[in-house]
């Protein structure tokens, strides 16, 4: 799954438009669309719109013993 697709479901899982969601990262609609295109963001930037929409993001390995990097 790419970036662009991560947040566009989580978007709408959230029952948010694009611009609300740029509203509520403290941007415009145009920005956060002109930075979803690109699918540039940073980790922490990615927690931010996740944290944004009500969520958690989370990245790392999963080892079968539990252990998680």
């Known amino acids: 799954m790419t970036v662009q697709q991560l947040i566009k479901t989580s978007i709408a899982y959230a029952g948010l438009s694009e611009a609300e969601l740029a509203r509520r990262?403290?941007?415009?609609?145009?920005?956060?669309?002109?930075?979803?295109?690109?699918?540039?963001?940073?980790?922490?930037?990615?927690?931010?719109?996740?944290?944004?929409?009500?969520?958690?993001?989370?990245?790392g390995i999963r080892f079968p013993d539990g252990k998680e990097i």
């Not at 403290?26 to 929409?53: C, D, V, W, Y």
């Open 25 to 59: 990262l403290g941007t415009s609609p145009q920005a956060f669309h002109n930075r979803f295109t690109r699918g540039s963001f940073t980790l922490e930037e990615l927690k931010q719109i996740a944290e944004a929409m009500g969520g958690e993001y989370f990245f």
